[in-house]
């Protein structure tokens, strides 16, 4: 099961989006509510091939990136002169969570491939 997870995200979470599109009603935004909860997801994916390529673990650096998502998205919204409402930043950061570590799992994956390739 850990291989699918890692390896097919992807797959997992649009199952899960066209699941919840049946059962919740139409006035509950399915999209949104699969993202936010795909985020555990791509990060438990990304940490464990950043484990895999790197030999380590280093899941604490991955960790750090993502959590470093929220003071500069408190920062950008000072420089857009808005007030900073935390629930307004946490949505914001983990939504950009999400659009952070779907390409960083891509990336992660093709390079855990070819490294398996060459050796």
Known sequence: ???YIVSFPLVIWFM???ILRKIMPKSVNT???VCDAGVVLWFYACAVLL????????AW???AVCCAIFPINA???RVRHEEVVFTK??????RLLFLFLVPAHAILFAIGIA???IH
């Open 31 to 33: 999209f949104k509510l």
């Open 75 to 77: 920062i950008w919204q």
């Open 61 to 63: 650096l991955l960790l």
């Open 1 to 3: 099961m850990l291989v």
């Open 51 to 58: 484990e895999s390529i790197v030999e380590t673990n280093v």
């Open 16 to 18: 899960v989006y066209m």
């Open 89 to 94: 930043m946490f949505v914001h950061g983990w």
């Open 115 to 117: 490294k398996h390739m």
